[in-house]
């Protein structure tokens, strides 16, 4: 892959690294208001971030786009196209799954697991914003994927 697609390519995670953990407050109350603003912050960057690079890659696209005369230039331009887009396809549905998270929060249903109900935590939810299983139930999860694929 040329450098200057690999500078471009940023993995989903290194995109929401740029914010302050939460700091809780003595007594506070899981998903108060505070916490609930906090990871709307969080999600709505991490949303930005996301179509700025499906603005990116159609810019270099449209940049790069030639009509190379040799079949390996040409081949290879179109497997960097390719690998471009399916990046972008992956980012597109994380966007769709980033706007109903952001409405679980609107709708104070966010930060508990979908499958026992307790608190998925602030730590959890900073690592992967929509999270919406607790690290039990996720973990059970992936051992029964291992098991059914195996």
């Known amino acids: 892959m040329p450098t200057k697609a690999k500078a471009k390519a940023k993995s989903s995670s290194e995109l929401t690294r740029g914010f302050a953990p939460y700091k809780e407050t003595k007594g506070e109350e899981y998903m108060s208001d505070a916490m ?19 603005d990116r890659t159609v810019h270099h696209m449209q940049d790069e786009a030639a009509n190379f005369p040799d079949p390996a230039d040409r081949a290879s331009q179109e497997e960097e196209f390719s690998l471009e887009l399916r990046a972008r396809d992956r980012e597109r ?58």
């Open 93 to 150: 549905k994380l966007i769709k799954k980033i706007d109903e998270t952001l409405q679980l929060i609107d709708d104070n249903e966010y930060g508990w697991c979908d499958s026992c109900g307790v608190e998925i935590g602030i730590r959890r939810l900073e690592a992967r914003p929509t999270a919406t299983l607790c690290i039990d139930c996720k973990t059970l999860a992936e051992i029964r994927e291992k098991q059914i694929g195996s």
């Open 36 to 54: 609930r603003a906090h990871f709307t912050g969080i999600l709505n960057t991490w949303k930005l971030e996301l179509m700025q690079e499906v």
